[in-house]
Nanobody, 125 residues
Framework: QVHVVESGGGQVQTGASLTLSCVVS????????MSWFRQAPGKEREFVAG??????????DYASSVQGRFTISRDDAKNTVYLQMNSLIPEDTGLYYCAARSKWESDPDAPYDYWGQGTQVSVSS
């Protein structure tokens, strides 16, 4: 069983920064595309950022709402993906999830196979 564990959430004020971490165990980290999602109360879960890699090449994608403020990255030696969040605003508040699926998946609508428990990010004015 592949396990995904997020950490790093917290309560901060507008303009602050946070870095979320997602550690993957029980599988080959290099075989997975990794993404961050978030869900605010009363809202649907939304895609935030994703990273995939083939050899030494990494590709990233971001939701327009976080473009330029958030950065997703990976550390193969630590089986960890990060989400660096800068210039946080109240709209960033939500439960952030890390998710994994095969990097070989060609269907963009394919579901993610493994999910973390979530880490809470709260941004106040």
């Amino acid at each position: 069983q592949v396990h995904v564990v997020e950490s790093g959430g917290g309560q901060v004020q507008t303009g602050a920064s946070l870095t979320l971490s997602c550690v993957v165990s029980g599988g080959d980290f290099s075989d997975y595309a990794m993404s961050w999602f978030r869900q605010a109360p009363g809202k649907e879960r939304e895609f935030v950022a994703g990273v995939n890699w083939f050899g030494l090449r990494s590709t990233t994608d971001y939701a327009s709402s976080v473009q330029g403020r958030f950065t997703i990255s990976r550390d193969d030696a630590k089986n960890t993906v990060y989400l660096q969040m800068n210039s946080l605003i109240p709209e960033d508040t939500g439960l952030y999830y890390c998710a994994a699926r095969s990097k070989w998946e060609s269907d963009p609508d394919a579901p993610y196979d493994y999910w973390g428990q979530g880490t809470q990010v709260s941004v106040s004015s």
